[in-house]
């Protein structure tokens, strides 16, 4: 299939599907997203979402990853493992927050699609940030973790901390993410010295 043409002083046809995405999942139902529907909304064809896309899912997914570099976990979440303050990147870096605020419409979303793979995403961002291995996880670890990042995916995605971001900083600096903070901090000790054990 060829590449769809761009005309030029426009948004090309790939900015405007992504465009018409965004819209679309801030105002309505995930669900009702569909390829008839960003073709009309986007005023690019089938195919030219086809070119770019397998499909919703696919599109999602993309465009999720797409809004994160590789320190947007750092930016977002490391502020609360040392002082319990939002990062000043989400209140004054203009571009950032935009881009945390398409991400935070997964956390709000009605589907468990989306609703999983932000949640799968800051689970692993913390893992990350701690220095714990997924593979070393126990039954139990998982289904703590599980019930804490639920919680957390629920919170940012609480329409009242997408009104305010700075809300989540005062929601994390509670005695539950200091709980959280010393078990992370002890799962990573024992994988640290799971680590060495294996040398």
Known sequence: MARPKRNLGEKNALERIEDAFWEMLSNGSYSKITISSLAQHSKVNHNTIYYH?????????????????KDFPTRVFSSFTTNGSISSDLSS???FRNRFARIQLFAQSDSIFLTSRFKQFILEAWLIAFNIPQKNLSTENKLFLDFFFSGLTAVIGNPLVAENPNMLATVL??????ELLSYLTDLSKKATSYSRKEL
């Open 53 to 69: 896309f397998e499909n919703i899912d696919d599109m999602a997914i993309k465009l999720f990853n797409k809004n994160l570099d």
């Open 93 to 95: 870096d203009v571009e």
């Open 173 to 178: 600096n509670n005695n539950i993410v200091k």
